[in-house]
């Protein structure tokens, strides 16, 4: 038994099951531990969380993690009572089949378990092949359509029913940490200059964003809504030290290593001079990956924001990724929180890293 004690903040936020346009459990959460520490806090029609400290700063620092997370929709019942669905966000559909999940519906919770046709009753082509969509369902132990809608409707959510578990320190597994950690860690920061009580010049606005898996949507309308100068997304990232993954493809990068930090056309590069600066004051180790192109984050949103925006990305290292049993060293996420609170805290007024 780990005796890392995992914060209550984060514990509860991957916890809380919100898929893309269902993000209400995880909003709450951010809501219980973020609002108090924010000298103003909103929502909008996006069902983004934004929270401001020291409103009257210079510049103005955006900090978005997003907090809604793979799931699956139920789109069709069929007479017999199973479920049908379609994937919110990018699955593996070689993991979907055999697992439990939890459909939100508005009576509560129901159990459930995806099936498919049992190995056994495969021919030796049928087994080489991964299941379509449409050939796996939803089993709620319905015995009739009629039997099923009275529990779960077309448009509800399931989400896969693994929780976050330590097997070893600091290193847990969660079906998603992708992002519940960016999330936390931009309302962590939040936090913890809130506590300081220390003269910050710049503005600092923590967005728990939505909708990122199908699109970076929440990003894109938070960015304009903000309007900063500056911003960092925290999102996780690769981590490249497993079997079958080639350095020479993916880069090096390792679980426990520190935060990722992002190179490329869609990072600032004074913000990530800036970012590099601040790990080295506050001795937290650090990675850098390189990517050509605009990344797959909340970061590709925001830097296209408006007139544009200086833009850094923070990654937290994770194994297995998009699975219901993602793998990350959580004393990652606590040196991303603290990396960050020091980067804010260096912003000086007028500098808005135009170069």
Known sequence: MSSYQVPAFLAELLHARSPSGYEAEAQAVFDRHVKAAADAYAGDALGNR????????????MLAGH?????LIITYINKDGFIYFDTIGG????????????????????????????????????????????????????RSKAEAMERVSIGDVATYDHELELFNGSIGTARAFDNKVG????????????????????????????????????????????????????????????????????GETKLGGGPILCRGANINPKIFDRLVKAAKKAKIPYQVEADPRPTGTDARAIQMGRGGVATGLVSIPLRYMHTPSEVVDLEDVERCVRLLVEFAKGLEKGDYAHW
């Open 67 to 71: 907090m809604d997370e793979l799931g």
């Open 91 to 142: 699955h593996d559909l070689s993991v979907i089949s055999g697992r439990r999940v939890i459909v939100q519906t508005a009576g509560g919770p129901v159990k459930g378990v995806t099936g498919k046709r049992a190995i056994h009753l495969m021919d030796d082509e049928d087994r080489k092949k991964v299941p379509k969509k449409h050939e796996i369902w939803i089993d709620i132990g319905a």
């Open 50 to 61: 934004l929270a401001t400290l020291n409103p009257g700063g210079d510049p103005v620092l």
């Open 183 to 250: 999330a936390y860690v931009a309302g962590e920061t939040l936090i913890r200059l809130a506590r300081e009580q220390k003269k910050l010049a710049a503005k600092v606005v923590a967005v728990a964003t939505s909708q990122e898996e199908i699109g970076v949507r929440g990003a894109t309308t938070s960015a304009y809504a903000v309007n900063p100068h500056i911003a960092v997304a925290i999102d996780v990232g690769h981590a490249t030290d497993h079997p079958d993954c080639d350095n020479r493809k993916f």
